[in-house]
Protein backbone atom coordinates (compact mmCIF):
# COMPACT_ATOMS: atom_id res chain seq x y z
CA UNK A 1 0.00 0.00 0.00
CA UNK A 2 3.08 2.60 0.70
CA UNK A 3 3.93 2.27 -2.88
CA UNK A 4 0.59 3.50 -4.66
CA UNK A 5 1.98 6.44 -6.49
CA UNK A 6 0.12 9.48 -6.28
CA UNK A 7 -1.52 9.69 -9.52
CA UNK A 8 -1.69 12.48 -12.00
CA UNK A 9 -0.67 15.00 -9.24
CA UNK A 10 -1.40 18.74 -10.64
CA UNK A 11 0.47 21.52 -8.68
CA UNK A 12 -1.80 24.47 -7.94
CA UNK A 13 -1.48 26.57 -11.18
CA UNK A 14 1.09 24.31 -13.04
CA UNK A 15 -1.58 22.00 -14.28
CA UNK A 16 1.44 19.00 -14.14
CA UNK A 17 1.95 17.41 -10.83
CA UNK A 18 4.58 17.49 -7.93
CA UNK A 19 7.43 15.53 -9.76
CA UNK A 20 10.84 14.64 -8.30
CA UNK A 21 14.33 14.21 -9.71
CA UNK A 22 14.01 12.66 -13.10
CA UNK A 23 10.34 13.49 -13.72
CA UNK A 24 8.53 10.47 -11.27
CA UNK A 25 5.59 11.35 -9.61
CA UNK A 26 5.95 11.37 -6.04
CA UNK A 27 4.05 9.29 -3.42
CA UNK A 28 1.32 10.55 -1.18
CA UNK A 29 3.90 11.13 1.99
CA UNK A 30 6.51 12.89 0.30
CA UNK A 31 3.53 15.27 -1.60
CA UNK A 32 2.21 15.28 1.97
CA UNK A 33 5.31 16.36 3.67
CA UNK A 34 6.90 18.77 0.85
CA UNK A 35 4.40 20.06 -1.44
CA UNK A 36 3.56 23.99 -0.97
CA UNK A 37 6.32 23.84 1.54
CA UNK A 38 10.09 24.66 0.28
CA UNK A 39 12.32 25.72 2.91
CA UNK A 40 11.94 29.53 3.50
CA UNK A 41 14.08 31.40 0.76
CA UNK A 42 15.47 33.86 2.93
CA UNK A 43 16.34 31.76 6.38
CA UNK A 44 16.18 28.23 4.68
CA UNK A 45 13.75 27.40 7.98
CA UNK A 46 12.29 23.90 6.57
CA UNK A 47 9.33 24.38 7.56
CA UNK A 48 6.59 27.21 7.00
CA UNK A 49 6.55 29.65 8.94
CA UNK A 50 3.67 31.35 10.74
CA UNK A 51 3.10 34.69 9.04
CA UNK A 52 1.22 36.77 11.73
CA UNK A 53 0.39 39.74 9.50
CA UNK A 54 -2.31 41.08 8.17
CA UNK A 55 -0.55 43.85 5.36
CA UNK A 56 2.62 43.98 3.38
CA UNK A 57 4.90 46.66 2.14
CA UNK A 58 4.43 47.44 -1.52
CA UNK A 59 7.65 48.42 -3.69
CA UNK A 60 5.59 51.75 -5.55
CA UNK A 61 1.58 51.62 -5.49
CA UNK A 62 0.72 48.06 -6.96
CA UNK A 63 4.55 46.36 -6.39
CA UNK A 64 3.69 43.43 -4.35
CA UNK A 65 6.12 41.18 -3.36
CA UNK A 66 5.41 37.47 -4.27
CA UNK A 67 1.05 38.97 -4.74
CA UNK A 68 0.69 39.32 -0.89
CA UNK A 69 -1.31 43.03 -0.50
CA UNK A 70 -3.87 41.83 3.03
CA UNK A 71 -4.01 38.73 4.92
CA UNK A 72 -7.61 38.18 3.88
CA UNK A 73 -6.84 38.10 0.00
CA UNK A 74 -3.93 35.71 0.59
CA UNK A 75 -0.93 34.94 3.40
CA UNK A 76 2.56 32.87 2.77
CA UNK A 77 1.32 30.29 6.13
CA UNK A 78 -2.45 30.10 4.02
CA UNK A 79 -0.47 29.29 0.73
CA UNK A 80 1.53 26.75 1.97
CA UNK A 81 -1.58 24.90 3.02
CA UNK A 82 -3.37 25.68 0.54
CA UNK A 83 -0.85 24.27 -2.28
CA UNK A 84 -0.29 21.23 -0.36
CA UNK A 85 -4.08 20.68 -0.04
CA UNK A 86 -4.26 20.83 -3.96
CA UNK A 87 -1.59 18.42 -4.40
CA UNK A 88 -2.96 15.96 -1.98
CA UNK A 89 -6.13 15.80 -3.69
CA UNK A 90 -4.86 15.77 -7.14
CA UNK A 91 -6.69 19.36 -7.78
CA UNK A 92 -5.89 22.33 -9.83
CA UNK A 93 -6.95 24.42 -6.53
CA UNK A 94 -6.51 24.43 -3.27
CA UNK A 95 -8.51 26.93 -0.76
CA UNK A 96 -8.54 26.95 3.32
CA UNK A 97 -11.21 28.50 5.12
CA UNK A 98 -11.63 29.35 8.94
CA UNK A 99 -14.35 25.72 9.09
CA UNK A 100 -15.33 22.53 7.11
CA UNK A 101 -19.12 24.87 7.13
CA UNK A 102 -17.10 28.35 6.22
CA UNK A 103 -16.04 26.31 2.77
CA UNK A 104 -19.13 25.05 2.31
CA UNK A 105 -20.84 27.96 2.59
CA UNK A 106 -18.78 29.94 0.38
CA UNK A 107 -19.21 26.84 -2.30
CA UNK A 108 -22.95 26.88 -2.56
CA UNK A 109 -22.73 30.79 -2.65
CA UNK A 110 -20.38 30.71 -5.49
CA UNK A 111 -22.58 28.44 -7.20
CA UNK A 112 -26.10 28.42 -6.72
CA UNK A 113 -28.42 31.13 -7.04
CA UNK A 114 -32.27 31.11 -6.01
CA UNK A 115 -34.16 28.80 -7.75
CA UNK A 116 -31.91 26.29 -7.88
CA UNK A 117 -31.77 22.58 -7.00
CA UNK A 118 -29.11 20.86 -4.99
CA UNK A 119 -28.99 17.07 -3.95
CA UNK A 120 -27.64 15.93 -0.52
CA UNK A 121 -26.92 12.62 0.57
CA UNK A 122 -29.99 11.28 3.12
CA UNK A 123 -28.03 10.91 5.52
CA UNK A 124 -25.51 13.95 5.04
CA UNK A 125 -23.69 15.03 8.17
CA UNK A 126 -25.62 17.30 10.35
CA UNK A 127 -24.09 20.61 9.83
CA UNK A 128 -24.42 19.90 5.89
CA UNK A 129 -28.10 19.55 6.04
CA UNK A 130 -28.50 22.54 8.90
CA UNK A 131 -26.53 24.96 6.02
CA UNK A 132 -29.31 23.69 3.40
CA UNK A 133 -31.94 23.78 5.41
CA UNK A 134 -32.26 26.14 7.74
CA UNK A 135 -29.70 29.23 5.60
CA UNK A 136 -29.87 28.02 2.05
CA UNK A 137 -33.26 27.41 1.68
CA UNK A 138 -34.61 30.27 3.14
CA UNK A 139 -32.66 32.27 0.35
CA UNK A 140 -33.96 29.83 -2.24
CA UNK A 141 -32.06 27.45 -2.96
CA UNK A 142 -34.38 24.30 -2.60
CA UNK A 143 -32.53 20.39 -1.85
CA UNK A 144 -33.80 17.34 -1.63
CA UNK A 145 -32.16 14.28 0.33
CA UNK A 146 -31.45 11.73 -1.89
CA UNK A 147 -30.20 7.77 -0.96
CA UNK A 148 -27.12 8.10 -2.72
CA UNK A 149 -26.37 4.23 -2.67
CA UNK A 150 -28.41 3.75 -5.58
CA UNK A 151 -27.57 5.94 -8.93
CA UNK A 152 -30.96 5.19 -10.10
CA UNK A 153 -32.39 7.50 -6.94
CA UNK A 154 -29.92 9.98 -8.13
CA UNK A 155 -30.94 9.81 -11.69
CA UNK A 156 -34.50 9.83 -10.41
CA UNK A 157 -33.90 13.38 -8.23
CA UNK A 158 -31.81 15.25 -11.34
CA UNK A 159 -34.03 18.25 -12.38
CA UNK A 160 -32.78 20.61 -14.97
CA UNK A 161 -32.26 23.54 -11.93
CA UNK A 162 -29.93 21.01 -10.22
CA UNK A 163 -26.33 22.26 -10.05
CA UNK A 164 -24.72 20.63 -7.53
CA UNK A 165 -24.94 17.12 -6.31
CA UNK A 166 -23.22 16.68 -3.01
CA UNK A 167 -21.77 13.49 -2.08
CA UNK A 168 -20.50 11.76 1.41
CA UNK A 169 -18.45 8.78 1.48
CA UNK A 170 -18.29 6.81 3.55
CA UNK A 171 -21.11 9.32 5.32
CA UNK A 172 -21.71 10.13 9.20
CA UNK A 173 -22.37 8.30 10.91
CA UNK A 174 -24.74 5.58 8.87
CA UNK A 175 -21.08 4.48 6.92
CA UNK A 176 -23.17 4.38 4.13
CA UNK A 177 -20.84 3.90 0.24
CA UNK A 178 -21.58 5.67 -3.10
CA UNK A 179 -20.09 5.04 -6.42
CA UNK A 180 -18.59 8.73 -6.80
CA UNK A 181 -17.47 7.98 -10.31
CA UNK A 182 -21.22 6.61 -11.73
CA UNK A 183 -22.65 9.85 -9.72
CA UNK A 184 -20.47 11.80 -11.50
CA UNK A 185 -21.65 10.50 -15.17
CA UNK A 186 -25.28 11.33 -13.52
CA UNK A 187 -24.29 14.55 -12.43
CA UNK A 188 -22.58 15.97 -15.55
CA UNK A 189 -25.05 14.24 -17.80
CA UNK A 190 -27.25 17.04 -16.44
CA UNK A 191 -24.31 19.64 -16.36
CA UNK A 192 -23.94 19.57 -12.29
CA UNK A 193 -21.33 19.71 -10.17
CA UNK A 194 -20.40 16.33 -8.20
CA UNK A 195 -19.49 17.72 -5.03
CA UNK A 196 -17.67 15.33 -2.44
CA UNK A 197 -17.20 15.88 1.25
CA UNK A 198 -14.01 13.53 1.73
CA UNK A 199 -13.96 14.33 5.49
CA UNK A 200 -13.93 10.70 6.37
CA UNK A 201 -11.64 9.12 3.62
CA UNK A 202 -9.15 11.78 3.58
CA UNK A 203 -6.76 12.19 0.48
CA UNK A 204 -4.64 9.46 1.64
CA UNK A 205 -7.50 7.09 0.96
CA UNK A 206 -9.36 8.02 -1.35
CA UNK A 207 -9.09 10.56 -4.50
CA UNK A 208 -12.37 12.58 -5.47
CA UNK A 209 -11.61 14.42 -8.46
CA UNK A 210 -9.37 11.23 -9.86
CA UNK A 211 -13.21 9.13 -10.20
CA UNK A 212 -14.69 12.60 -11.54
CA UNK A 213 -15.39 14.95 -8.97
CA UNK A 214 -15.78 18.21 -9.40
CA UNK A 215 -14.98 19.52 -6.12
CA UNK A 216 -13.86 18.07 -2.79
CA UNK A 217 -14.11 19.49 0.33
CA UNK A 218 -12.87 18.77 3.83
CA UNK A 219 -13.38 20.06 7.29
CA UNK A 220 -9.52 19.92 7.80
CA UNK A 221 -11.00 19.30 11.75
CA UNK A 222 -10.86 15.78 11.32
CA UNK A 223 -7.92 13.76 9.95
CA UNK A 224 -6.08 16.37 8.55
CA UNK A 225 -5.43 18.26 11.27
CA UNK A 226 -5.45 14.52 13.24
CA UNK A 227 -4.57 16.40 16.89
CA UNK A 228 -7.89 17.76 17.87
CA UNK A 229 -6.35 21.41 18.47
CA UNK A 230 -7.77 23.63 15.21
CA UNK A 231 -11.16 24.07 13.79
CA UNK A 232 -10.53 24.96 9.23
CA UNK A 233 -11.58 23.73 6.81
CA UNK A 234 -10.65 23.11 2.51
CA UNK A 235 -12.13 23.28 -0.71
CA UNK A 236 -10.15 21.55 -3.84
CA UNK A 237 -11.59 21.99 -7.38
CA UNK A 238 -9.95 20.05 -10.20
CA UNK A 239 -9.79 22.87 -12.65
CA UNK A 240 -8.74 26.29 -12.63
CA UNK A 241 -11.30 28.20 -13.68
CA UNK A 242 -13.89 26.77 -11.00
CA UNK A 243 -11.29 27.12 -8.73
CA UNK A 244 -10.78 30.94 -9.29
CA UNK A 245 -14.05 31.86 -8.94
CA UNK A 246 -14.08 29.62 -5.52
CA UNK A 247 -11.35 32.43 -4.51
CA UNK A 248 -13.29 35.39 -5.50
CA UNK A 249 -15.70 34.34 -2.61
CA UNK A 250 -13.24 33.20 -0.31
CA UNK A 251 -11.86 36.81 -0.16
CA UNK A 252 -15.46 38.56 -1.22
CA UNK A 253 -16.85 36.73 1.65
CA UNK A 254 -13.96 36.18 3.94
CA UNK A 255 -14.12 33.17 6.07
CA UNK A 256 -10.27 32.46 5.62
CA UNK A 257 -8.16 30.58 7.97
CA UNK A 258 -6.03 32.27 10.08
CA UNK A 259 -1.73 31.77 9.78
CA UNK A 260 -1.77 29.80 13.00
CA UNK A 261 -4.66 27.39 12.21
CA UNK A 262 -3.34 27.19 8.51
CA UNK A 263 0.34 26.42 9.72
CA UNK A 264 -1.23 23.71 12.44
CA UNK A 265 -3.28 21.79 9.98
CA UNK A 266 -0.07 21.55 7.96
CA UNK A 267 1.94 20.04 10.55
CA UNK A 268 -1.04 17.51 10.63
CA UNK A 269 -1.15 16.75 6.63
CA UNK A 270 2.47 15.96 7.10
CA UNK A 271 1.41 12.92 9.27
CA UNK A 272 -1.75 11.47 7.77
CA UNK A 273 -0.70 8.89 5.75
CA UNK A 274 0.98 7.04 8.40
CA UNK A 275 -1.64 8.07 11.38
CA UNK A 276 -4.72 6.52 8.64
CA UNK A 277 -2.60 3.21 8.04
CA UNK A 278 -2.76 3.13 11.71
CA UNK A 279 -6.48 4.47 12.71
CA UNK A 280 -7.38 1.55 10.08
CA UNK A 281 -5.18 -1.13 11.43
CA UNK A 282 -6.91 -0.30 14.97
CA UNK A 283 -10.97 0.11 13.25
CA UNK A 284 -10.33 -3.28 11.82
CA UNK A 285 -9.56 -5.15 14.92
CA UNK A 286 -12.19 -3.18 16.98
CA UNK A 287 -14.83 -4.51 14.31
CA UNK A 288 -13.39 -7.98 14.48
CA UNK A 289 -14.34 -7.87 18.42
CA UNK A 290 -17.56 -5.88 18.04
CA UNK A 291 -19.23 -8.23 15.27
CA UNK A 292 -18.70 -11.43 17.99
CA UNK A 293 -19.90 -9.35 20.91
CA UNK A 294 -23.54 -10.66 21.97
CA UNK A 295 -24.71 -7.64 23.47
CA UNK A 296 -23.92 -5.19 20.20
CA UNK A 297 -26.63 -5.29 17.11
CA UNK A 298 -25.05 -5.08 14.38
CA UNK A 299 -22.04 -2.90 13.35
CA UNK A 300 -21.68 -0.98 10.42
CA UNK A 301 -18.19 -0.43 8.90
CA UNK A 302 -17.57 -0.58 4.80
CA UNK A 303 -14.56 -3.02 5.45
CA UNK A 304 -17.14 -5.66 6.56
CA UNK A 305 -18.00 -8.32 3.23
CA UNK A 306 -21.74 -7.97 3.76
CA UNK A 307 -21.94 -4.02 4.38
CA UNK A 308 -24.07 -3.08 1.23
CA UNK A 309 -21.41 -0.55 -0.21
CA UNK A 310 -18.21 -3.31 0.40
CA UNK A 311 -17.50 -3.41 -3.55
CA UNK A 312 -17.60 0.19 -4.38
CA UNK A 313 -15.56 0.86 -1.18
CA UNK A 314 -12.93 -1.89 -1.77
CA UNK A 315 -12.83 -0.32 -5.84
CA UNK A 316 -12.13 3.72 -4.51
CA UNK A 317 -10.28 3.67 -1.27
CA UNK A 318 -7.46 2.33 -0.19
CA UNK A 319 -8.40 1.12 3.05
CA UNK A 320 -11.62 1.37 5.01
CA UNK A 321 -11.28 4.04 7.63
CA UNK A 322 -11.34 4.38 11.19
CA UNK A 323 -14.43 5.14 11.73
CA UNK A 324 -16.97 2.73 13.15
CA UNK A 325 -20.56 2.70 13.96
CA UNK A 326 -22.56 -0.37 16.08
CA UNK A 327 -25.77 -0.62 16.67
CA UNK A 328 -27.15 -1.59 20.48
CA UNK A 329 -30.49 -3.61 21.62
CA UNK A 330 -32.37 -0.20 22.96
CA UNK A 331 -30.79 3.25 22.90
CA UNK A 332 -30.87 3.07 26.81
CA UNK A 333 -28.25 0.71 26.32
CA UNK A 334 -26.28 2.55 23.75
CA UNK A 335 -26.28 5.34 26.03
CA UNK A 336 -24.60 3.46 28.98
CA UNK A 337 -21.96 2.31 26.59
CA UNK A 338 -20.70 6.04 25.51
CA UNK A 339 -20.52 6.67 29.42
CA UNK A 340 -18.60 3.57 30.33
CA UNK A 341 -15.88 3.78 28.55
CA UNK A 342 -12.60 5.40 29.77
CA UNK A 343 -9.91 5.47 27.33
CA UNK A 344 -12.35 6.47 24.35
CA UNK A 345 -13.32 9.68 25.31
CA UNK A 346 -16.97 11.31 25.28
CA UNK A 347 -17.23 13.74 22.54
CA UNK A 348 -18.27 15.06 19.47
CA UNK A 349 -15.92 15.49 16.14
CA UNK A 350 -13.00 13.01 14.77
CA UNK A 351 -10.20 12.11 12.77
CA UNK A 352 -7.95 12.73 15.95
CA UNK A 353 -5.11 10.61 17.30
CA UNK A 354 -7.15 10.02 20.55
CA UNK A 355 -9.94 7.61 20.34
CA UNK A 356 -13.63 9.06 20.72
CA UNK A 357 -17.20 7.79 21.44
CA UNK A 358 -20.49 9.49 21.04
CA UNK A 359 -23.96 8.63 20.42
CA UNK A 360 -25.49 10.58 17.33
CA UNK A 361 -28.63 10.78 17.96
CA UNK A 362 -28.21 13.09 21.21
CA UNK A 363 -24.64 14.71 19.64
CA UNK A 364 -23.68 15.39 16.59
CA UNK A 365 -26.97 14.30 14.93
CA UNK A 366 -30.01 15.95 17.38
CA UNK A 367 -30.26 18.42 14.99
CA UNK A 368 -31.61 15.82 12.41
CA UNK A 369 -34.43 14.96 14.69
CA UNK A 370 -37.25 14.65 13.12
CA UNK A 371 -36.12 15.30 9.67
CA UNK A 372 -35.08 12.36 7.12
CA UNK A 373 -32.01 12.35 8.37
CA UNK A 374 -32.88 11.18 11.81
CA UNK A 375 -30.62 8.39 13.24
CA UNK A 376 -31.33 5.70 14.72
CA UNK A 377 -31.58 6.06 18.96
CA UNK A 378 -29.43 2.55 19.38
CA UNK A 379 -26.53 4.06 17.50
CA UNK A 380 -23.15 4.40 18.76
CA UNK A 381 -20.11 6.16 16.34
CA UNK A 382 -16.39 5.60 17.29
CA UNK A 383 -13.60 7.38 15.97
CA UNK A 384 -10.94 5.04 16.46
CA UNK A 385 -7.68 6.75 17.42
CA UNK A 386 -3.68 5.67 17.19
CA UNK A 387 -3.59 4.24 20.24
CA UNK A 388 -2.11 0.83 21.16
CA UNK A 389 -4.86 -1.51 19.68
CA UNK A 390 -4.94 -3.94 22.69
CA UNK A 391 -5.76 -0.53 25.40
CA UNK A 392 -8.97 0.21 23.04
CA UNK A 393 -10.15 -3.50 22.70
CA UNK A 394 -10.11 -3.94 26.81
CA UNK A 395 -11.82 -0.45 27.17
CA UNK A 396 -14.17 -1.41 24.84
CA UNK A 397 -15.33 -4.75 26.01
CA UNK A 398 -15.06 -3.26 29.29
CA UNK A 399 -17.87 -1.18 28.61
CA UNK A 400 -20.34 -3.66 26.72
CA UNK A 401 -19.97 -5.53 29.89
C1 LIG B 1 -17.19 18.11 10.92
C2 LIG B 1 -17.70 17.89 9.56
C3 LIG B 1 -18.06 18.97 8.73
C4 LIG B 1 -18.05 20.41 9.22
O1 LIG B 1 -16.77 20.88 9.48
P1 LIG B 1 -16.42 21.96 10.63
O2 LIG B 1 -14.93 22.06 10.53
O3 LIG B 1 -16.91 21.41 11.93
O4 LIG B 1 -17.12 23.23 10.25
C5 LIG B 1 -18.46 18.70 7.44
N1 LIG B 1 -18.54 17.43 6.99
C6 LIG B 1 -18.22 16.36 7.75
C7 LIG B 1 -18.32 15.00 7.18
C8 LIG B 1 -17.79 16.56 9.05
O5 LIG B 1 -17.50 15.50 9.81
Not at 93 to 118: I, K, N, Q, T, W
Not at 180 to 190: F, G
Not at 247 to 258: L, T
Not at 390 to 401: G, I, K, Q, T, V
Request: glycine content about 12%.
Amino acid sequence: MDNVVHQGTRGQGTGDGRQGNGGRRQGFDTVAIHAGQEPDPTTGAVVPPIYQVSTYKQDGIGGLRGGYEYSRSANPTRTALEVCLAETEVGARGLAFASGLAAEDALLRAVCRPGDHVVIPNDAYGGTYRLFAKVAEPWGVVFDPVALGDVDALRAAMRPETKIVWVETPTNPLLGIADIAALAEVAHDSGALLVVDNTFASPYLQRPLDLGADVVVHSTTKYIGGHSDVVGGALIASDAELGERLAYHQNAMGAVAGPFDAWLTLRGIKTLGVRMDRHCANAEKIVEMLVRHPSVRGVLYPGLPDHPGHDVAAKQMRAFGGMVSFRMESEEAAVRVCEATELFTLGESLGGVESLIEHPGRMTHASAAGSPLEVPADLVRLSVGIEDADDLLHDLDRALS
